[in-house]
């Protein structure tokens, strides 16, 4: 798109047209911030999450959450891991599926023992969206850490739903 386009040359976010996007009627303004976000990844900072906060408590759609999870787990500053913790245990499950899928991706660079942190945090869940985010992070991480995955259901069994292990399993042998 023109705008991202634009954006890029100019390297700064135009936080208005995103909250102007974000809140129109039609849901593919929404999936422009997403994609404009994730074009200029590079140029976001901690402090943006402020920014990004309101579109996850407005228009709380699982495709759009899940385009934002690694927008703001991409954002360079340890802080982001502490905000992550914070937001794994959220009354809001969007927060939790946004902390719990930030590490998506990140293969051997992810920090596991954020992420057990975090899935603990989420055990005993009766949310599908909670336990379908456990499952999908953990069978992304497989495809790294297969042992590790292993390792972390055979441990936690008990407190995974069922689905969470069928998503976690798929890479599994």
Not at 92 to 106: K, L, P, S, T, V
Request: proline letters at 1%; a neutral charge.
């Amino acid at each position: 798109s023109v705008f991202i386009r634009e954006a890029k040359k100019s390297k700064s976010i135009d936080w208005q047209l995103l909250n102007e996007c974000w809140n129109n009627d039609y849901r593919e303004f929404q999936y422009f911030v997403c994609d404009y976000l994730k074009a200029l990844q590079k140029f976001l900072v901690f402090d943006d999450i402020d920014k990004i906060r309101p579109f996850i408590k407005t228009k709380q759609w699982w495709d759009t959450i899940d385009s934002l999870d690694t927008v703001i787990g991409n954002i360079n500053d340890l802080r982001v891991d502490d905000l992550m913790l914070e937001w794994s245990v959220s009354d809001d499950i969007w927060f939790r599926r946004i902390a719990i899928n930030h590490q998506r991706g990140r293969k051997d660079k992810t920090d596991t023992v954020l992420l057990e942190k975090i899935l603990i945090n989420n055990l005993n869940n009766n949310e599908f969206f909670i336990n379908k985010a456990i499952g999908w992070v953990l069978r992304d991480y497989s495809k790294t850490n297969t042992d590790w995955v292993k390792n972390f259901i055979a441990k936690y069994k008990p407190g995974l739903s069922t689905l969470s292990i069928r998503e976690a399993s798929k890479y599994l042998e």
